[in-house]
């Protein structure tokens, strides 16, 4: 996949020189207590998983003037639901790169992969995750408690959606490709 350029991003693959960096960022308890999935402590070993792509993720390394700042992911489920995730290291919150990043992903995803709807959520206590959402058009549709490794404990989040519709695309004929998982268009993918 060739890299996504944005106004002031480079979105990529992460490679394993990412590691060290990524395992300093996101295992900052200011980031990973706002994610699911991160077990603290975080060092390069975890975070070399972290970085791995499986089947039906696209998993994309968010860069700014060489450096990695954070990451931006989905997860494609057969019959076309996704499930989308970003995060940035502290220094790099409050200049508005998590949307520059996500609504790059997502009307990429909208146009080239096979993607009917997305979905997302965040900790009730995540305000400025809550505000990208919105920004990208997602509806906000329940709460649901879900387990923070990182705080070892249940904590209230809330769930979002956007169809194709209501971000604006028609509804997407579904190909072979699709239906068994693959992301026939990654090498396809454009900047916005
Ligand atoms: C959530 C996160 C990605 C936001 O990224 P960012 O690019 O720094 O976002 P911004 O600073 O541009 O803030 C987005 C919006 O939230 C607002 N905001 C930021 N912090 C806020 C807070 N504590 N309370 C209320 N609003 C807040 C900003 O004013 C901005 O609003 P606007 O769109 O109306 O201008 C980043 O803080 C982060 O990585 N946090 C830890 C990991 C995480 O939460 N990932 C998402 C999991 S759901």
């Given at each position: 996949?060739?890299?996504?350029?944005?106004?002031?991003?480079?979105l990529?693959?992460?490679?394993?020189?990412?590691a060290?960096?990524i395992?300093?960022?996101?295992?900052?308890?200011?980031?990973?207590?706002?994610m699911?999935d991160i077990?603290?402590p975080?060092?390069e070993?975890?975070?070399?998983?972290?970085?791995k792509?499986?089947?039906?993720?696209?998993r994309l390394?968010i860069?700014r003037?060489?450096?990695?700042?954070?990451?931006?992911s989905?997860?494609v489920?057969?019959?076309?639901?996704a499930g989308?995730?970003?995060?940035?290291?502290?220094p790099?919150?409050?200049?508005?790169y998590a949307f520059?990043?996500a609504?790059?992903?997502?009307r990429?995803?909208?146009?080239?992969?096979?993607?009917?709807?997305?979905?997302s959520?965040?900790?009730?206590d995540?305000l400025a995750?809550?505000?990208?959402?919105?920004?990208?058009?997602?509806?906000p549709?329940?709460?649901?408690?879900?387990?923070c490794?990182?705080?070892?404990?249940?904590v209230?989040?809330?769930?979002?959606?956007l169809?194709?519709?209501?971000a604006?695309?028609?509804?997407?004929?579904?190909?072979?490709?699709?239906?068994?998982?693959?992301?026939?268009v990654?090498n396809g993918w454009t900047?916005?």
């Amino acid at each position: 996949m060739k890299p996504i350029r944005t106004a002031r991003l480079v979105l990529r693959k992460f490679v394993p020189a990412d590691a060290s960096r990524i395992a300093r960022l996101l295992g900052d308890p200011r980031v990973a207590t706002m994610m699911a999935d991160i077990a603290l402590p975080f060092d390069e070993r975890p975070a070399t998983q972290w970085m791995k792509s499986g089947w039906g993720d696209l998993r994309l390394c968010i860069e700014r003037d060489g450096e990695s700042i954070g990451a931006v992911s989905y997860h494609v489920y057969i019959g076309g639901q996704a499930g989308i995730g970003y995060w940035l290291g502290h220094p790099y919150w409050g200049h508005g790169y998590a949307f520059e990043a996500a609504s790059t992903v997502v009307r990429n995803a909208l146009i080239y992969d096979r993607v009917q709807m997305f979905t997302s959520g965040h900790f009730a206590d995540n305000l400025a995750s809550g505000k990208i959402l919105t920004r990208l058009g997602f509806t906000p549709h329940g709460r649901r408690p879900l387990w923070c490794a990182a705080r070892q404990e249940v904590v209230d989040s809330i769930a979002y959606h956007l169809t194709r519709t209501t971000a604006g695309f028609g509804p997407k004929r579904r190909s072979w490709a699709g239906v068994l998982g693959f992301h026939p268009v990654f090498n396809g993918w454009t900047s916005a």
